[in-house]
């Protein structure tokens, strides 16, 4: 069975975690699945949305617990789970990475990604769904970096991302602590855009109605957001400009104008 199930629609993609008997954890196997539907994704030029969400009774629960054995009987053994990825002599079990490869195609999609999160997301869950644009999580929903409990550091970019969206404070508490927040409590802190008792089918709609926007208008905003990590407000001020005046005019947004107008005087 595919722990990944991918279904296209014009202009979108929906990408699903499917390991629901074990609440979509991931395993090795999914951790390539999903890093080359992430990737796939992320080259496709006809996308303007991607839906990320989990089969079953919850988003992702984390990493297999089969993996988390296999690192203990490793570690014991004297083996190393990991090579180091600064030491090109290090010898290791895996290749690092396999985690901010899916997290880095989702954010590095030209196309918006939303997550549609319910039931847990929870170690590599939380980190999947940092990796997409608009999180879309039920009220009950559990979020957490547990990898703390099992004396882990996040390697899936969380380290660096949680503090962009919820501040430094808020990033450590739930990095070293472990605790576990609810959708309400997350959307309040900025870390989920919206509370949907319906997450997939509200990340669905709002996917259709993005696809209906201008694409370039679309694709270009997400640029723009993104720009604002890296750059100061006076180069991003005037990147915003220079995006407007080569699009401002052009057959793309001409075409939307005209749709707009059709459709009011319906």
Not at 98 to 120: E, K, Y
Not at 156 to 162: D, N
Not at 173 to 192: E, F
């Amino acid at each position: 069975m595919k722990t990944v199930l991918v279904s296209r629609s014009p202009g979108m993609v929906h990408i699903q975690l499917n390991r629901p008997d074990k609440r979509n954890a991931v395993n090795d196997e999914m951790f390539d699945e999903l890093g080359a539907a992430a990737e796939a994704a992320r080259d496709d030029t006809g996308l303007s949305a991607i839906v990320i969400s989990g089969a079953g009774r919850s988003f992702c629960a984390g990493l297999d617990f089969a993996v988390h054995r296999a690192f203990a009987a490793e570690g014991a053994a004297g083996q190393r789970p990991y090579a180091d990825p600064a030491d090109p002599n290090s010898s290791g079990q895996r290749v690092p990475g396999r985690g901010q490869r899916i997290v880095r195609a989702l954010r590095d999609a030209p196309a918006i990604v939303i997550a549609a999160v319910h039931g847990h997301a929870i170690g590599a869950g939380l980190q999947i769904a940092l990796g997409a644009d608009i999180r879309i999580v039920t009220p009950d929903v559990q979020l957490a970096c547990a990898e703390i409990d099992f004396g882990m550091t996040v390697d899936m970019g969380a380290s660096q991302l949680l503090p962009r969206l919820i501040g430094s404070g808020c990033a450590t508490d739930l990095l070293v602590t472990g605790r576990r927040i609810s959708g309400v409590d997350a959307t309040s802190w900025g870390l989920a855009s919206r509370l949907s008792d319906d997450p997939l089918a509200e990340a669905l709609d709002l996917a259709h109605a993005i696809t209906e926007r201008s694409q370039h208008a679309v694709l270009q905003t997400k640029r723009l957001v993104r720009l604002a990590e890296t750059a100061t407000v006076v180069e991003g001020m005037g990147e915003e400009l220079a995006v407007m005046a080569g699009n401002v005019g052009s057959p793309a947004q001409v075409a939307a104008a005209q749709r707009y107008f059709a459709a009011r005087k319906r």
